[in-house]
């Protein structure tokens, strides 16, 4: 392997003021303002994640795809928890696996994983996976979500399975195989090992992870209780097109981020 070329971005430029409590889309009027935004919903979605619990360890990471450089992605140092990433901490990591901007290591199972669903899927700007209680657990089960809740019907025909389960993922050739299992798909369960969810945006791909997790529980707690009674297909589709369209799972992020930015404003660091 050759030496690396640092890049050298300013992970400042493009700061704008904070938006308003509530739905505030914004529009973007350079890569930098772009960058620096999704920057910022990444440093915020690490702080939301030890929020909730989502965090184990060294385990999980979320990638946010550089708008500039497509083939390069801003992710998680390794060892740092994620209730003290800010936006400085993150890392810009290549197709590669070399880290090209930041002091600090990659998760190799970030980079196995990541790297390929990033280069497989040109939409997918964004991408969460971590080992939370409830996802890991279903998981274990070897089966997809059913619609029994409104809130489920957001991944109804919109998830996969990735059953091959043989360790920590090392190699891109793994990294390949999940891609390949995504397919087309939003989100998919990792058999043995947890929930991963993609977007076009990382506000996306954070709300639909929250949302999974909560559904994992849910089902989890229905299954246990009794026979679960799903909702019709027709009835599934249509919630799904109301709640999982990319403006409505943006919008379902908005307060979430809201919150964590009150309550930790220095993840803007």
Not at 161 to 169: E, M, P
Not at 219 to 241: C, F, N, Y
């Amino acid at each position: 392997m050759g030496k690396v070329t640092p890049l050298k971005i300013d992970v400042n430029d493009g700061r704008l003021p904070l938006k308003d409590k509530g739905l505030d889309m914004k529009d973007f009027s350079s890569v930098a303002e772009l960058r620096r935004d999704q920057l910022e919903k990444l440093a915020a979605g690490f702080r939301m994640f030890a929020h909730f619990g989502f965090n184990e360890g060294v385990a999980g990471h979320i990638t946010y795809r550089d708008p500039e450089f497509p083939d390069h992605f801003w992710v998680n140092p390794l060892g740092v928890h994620f209730s003290q990433i800010s936006v400085s901490d993150l890392i810009l990591v290549n197709h590669e696996g070399e880290v090209v901007q930041g002091d600090k290591a990659v998760n190799v199972a970030a980079f196995a994983i990541h790297s390929r669903l990033h280069k497989a899927r040109p939409d997918v700007n964004a991408a969460a996976h971590s080992h939370s209680i409830y996802g890991r657990t279903f998981s274990t089960l070897g089966k997809l979500l059913d619609p029994i809740s409104q809130d489920a019907c957001a991944f109804y025909e919109t998830q996969a399975i990735y059953k091959d389960f043989s360790g920590v993922v090392e190699e891109v050739d793994e990294g390949d195989m999940i891609a390949e299992a995504l397919g087309d798909k939003k989100v998919i369960i990792l058999q043995n090992h947890g929930i991963l969810t993609t977007g076009p945006s990382v506000d996306i791909a954070l709300w639909f992870y929250t949302s999974m997790e909560r559904c994992c529980q849910a089902q989890l707690m229905a299954d246990a209780a009794g026979e679960t009674q799903l909702i019709p297909h027709d009835t599934a589709v249509k919630t799904r097109s109301f709640i999982a369209n990319d403006v409505a799972a943006w919008a379902s992020f908005q307060p979430a981020f809201d919150m964590i930015c009150k309550k930790e404003p220095d993840l803007f660091d």
